[in-house]
């Protein structure tokens, strides 16, 4: 097995053949076209996709634009971080971190709503 650093070349627009060092957490490139800009190149990993009966609701993956010429951390950046899709936001984990304890506040907050239409329902609830 190889230890040299995995590269992947991809043809551009305006530099050619671009060889960039490429991320264990890559899944690769498919939808690269030859005619992107080199700053186009975007590392993406697996997404994580939360569904509920079937209505996709939001992915969540790790992003990098290597050569990106707007370095806007939560847009496309040279710093990998986490995109997610429900608000089209890059985050680091600070954010993400934070995104995930207001989920686990909604969460919280549609099992009061459960229990709140439970009793009206049970007509404990006039
Ligand atoms: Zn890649």
Known sequence: MSTEPRTITLPTAD???VTVPEPDWCTGHPNHRPDDQR???HHSGPDISLTWRGHHITDACIVQTP???????ELSSRTPGVSVSVIARTLDPASLYDL????DG????L???????DTILTGGGQ
């Open 67 to 73: 050569f990106t010429e707007t370095d806007v951390p």
């Open 15 to 17: 530099y050619g053949d």
């Open 100 to 103: 995930a304890a207001a989920l």
């Open 39 to 41: 700053a186009d190149i």
């Open 111 to 117: 099992r009061d709503l459960a229990d709140q239409l």
């Open 106 to 109: 909604y969460a919280d907050q």
